[in-house]
C-alpha cells in the first residue's frame, strides 16, 4: 500500500510502498481508509516537540471501511463503517474499567509484541504506527479496540474528525469541565480542536462563549458557525485578558487552552476570574514547562489536564454521529480543504500557516 513517511525530523513526508501484514493476529480489523484529518499533533512529531521512533506514519484521527477482521473479534464485521482513534484502550486495567479508557494503563497490550511481524514495514524492517493508527496510509492494521462502528448514514469524510478534533473539543467542554447554562468560557486558540470546544460550549447552555486566535477566518468560523458570541484578534489586541474580564464581570468561569504553548496558560490564568478554571487541551510536547504564579492559586484557581476529552469511544462517537445526522453537530463547516494523499505536504503547510480549519486527507 502507500503510505506518507516521515523518515526525518524536519523533512517532508514521502509518499512511499509499505507493506502491512498477510495474517491478522486474533484481536486485530483491517481497515481501507476512507479519510484522515491533519493535526497539531502530527506535526508535533515533525518539528520534534513530541519524540517518536522514526521512520514513522503519522495520522490519528481517521475512518474507513473494514475489509478483514481477527478470528476473535465478534463484533466487528467486513463492510462496516469504522472511526479509528488514538483513544486505544486494552480493556482491563484500572482506568478501562472505571470507564475511563482514554487513561488506559496497559496501551502495550494492544500492540504487537517484540519477536512478531510489525504492523507496517519496509523490506522488512518496521515502519513505526503514531498512535497505533498511522492513518496517513491507505490501509491501517488495527487492534480491535481502535475502532468504532459507525451508523453508515454518516460521511465518512467528516467521520474521520470525530476521532479527534471533534471528541476532543466537544468532550473537553461538555464531559471534563463540565460546563453548564450561564457560564463563561474562553477558548483560546480556533483550530479544529478550539472549534470544537467553542460548539460544545454553546451547546451545553454557556451565556459567554469568548474565542481567541490570530486568523481572521478562523474566528469567523467560530462566530458564524460554532457558537461563539465574542471572538479576539490577539493580533490586534493589546490585553486579550483584560478584554475577557470586561466581557465576562471579571473573568471567564472555564478557560481553554487549545493551542499547546505553554506561555498560553499564563494568558488563561489571567482571563478566568476567581475560583475558576483552566484546562490544558493543547499538546504541549515532551519537555515543556508551564510556569504557574502562585497568586492564581490562591485565588482559587487550578489548572488541569485533559486527554481526548475524557473520551470514552464506543460510547461517545455513535453520540456524535448521531448529533450530527440530527443536525445538532457542525462538521462541514470544520472540513477546510481536501486532499490526496500526494498533496500531504501541503497541507502540513497550511497548518503551520493557521490556513482553514482541518485538513482532509481523502483517499
Known amino acids: 500500500m502507500r503510505a506518507a513517511v516521515l523518515n526525518a525530523l524536519h523533512e517532508p513526508l514521502t509518499i512511499e510502498t509499505i507493506d502491512t501484514p498477510d495474517a491478522l493476529q ?17 506535526l508535533h512529531v515533525i518539528d520534534g516537540r513530541v519524540a517518536r521512533p522514526l521512520p514513522v506514519v503519522l495520522g490519528h484521527e481517521a475512518s474507513g471501511v473494514v475489509s478483514e477482521v481477527g478470528s476473535s473479534v465478534k463484533d466487528v464485521a ?8 488514538f483513544v ?21 497490550a494492544t500492540m504487537r509484541g517484540a ?24 490501509e491501517m492494521v488495527l487492534h480491535r479496540n481502535a475502532v468504532t462502528v459507525i451508523d453508515e448514514r ?57 474565542a481567541l486566535d490570530r486568523s481572521p477566518e478562523r474566528l469567523a468560523l467560530a462566530s458564524e458557525r460554532f457558537g461563539a458570541t465574542h471572538v479576539v484578534d490577539t493580533g490586534l489586541v493589546a490585553d486579550p485578558a483584560a478584554l475577557v474580564r470586561d ?12 493551542v499547546g504553548a505553554p506561555a498560553l496558560i499564563g494568558l488563561a490564568l489571567d482571563a478566568t476570574a476567581r475560583g475558576g478554571s483552566v484546562w490544558a487541551v493543547g499538546v504541549f ?38 448529533d450530527h445526522l440530527a443536525g445538532r453537530l457542525e462538521l462541514e463547516a470544520l472540513a477546510g480543504r481536501r486532499i490526496a494523499l500526494d498533496e500531504i505536504n501541503d497541507g502540513i503547510a497550511d497548518l503551520v500557516a493557521g490556513v482553514g480549519a482541518r485538513t482532509l486527507v481523502v483517499f
Open 26 to 42: 486474533a484481536n486485530e480489523v483491517r481497515v481501507a481508509t476512507a479519510a484522515v484529518g491533519i493535526c497539531h499533533s502530527d
Open 78 to 85: 467486513v463492510g462496516d463503517h469504522v472511526v479509528a482513534c
Open 88 to 108: 486505544v484502550f486494552c480493556g482491563r486495567c484500572r482506568m478501562c474499567r472505571s470507564g475511563r479508557p482514554a487513561m488506559c494503563q496497559d496501551r502495550q
Open 115 to 138: 519477536g512478531e511481524e510489525p504492523r507496517l514495514s519496509r523490506a522488512g524492517s518496521e515502519v513505526h504506527q503514531w498512535t497505533n493508527i498511522a492513518g496517513f496510509a491507505e
Open 154 to 210: 454518516m460521511p465518512l469524510d467528516l467521520a474521520a474528525m470525530l476521532g479527534c478534533a471533534v471528541a476532543t473539543g466537544v468532550g473537553s467542554a461538555r464531559k471534563v469541565a463540565g460546563v453548564g447554562p450561564g457560564d463563561h468560557v474562553v477558548v483560546i486558540g480556533a483550530g479544529g480542536v478550539g472549534l470544537n470546544v467553542c460548539q460544545g460550549a454553546a451547546a451545553a447552555g454557556a451565556a459567554t462563549v469568548i
Open 247 to 258: 466581557l465576562t464581570d471579571g473573568g471567564a468561569d472555564h478557560s481553554f487552552e487549545a
Open 285 to 322: 510536547g515532551d519537555g515543556a514547562t508551564i510556569p504557574l504564579p502562585a497568586d492564581h492559586l490562591h485565588s482559587g484557581k487550578g489548572v488541569h489536564g485533559v486527554r481526548a476529552g475524557s473520551l470514552e469511544p464506543q460510547r461517545d462517537l455513535p453520540a456524535l454521529v448521531a
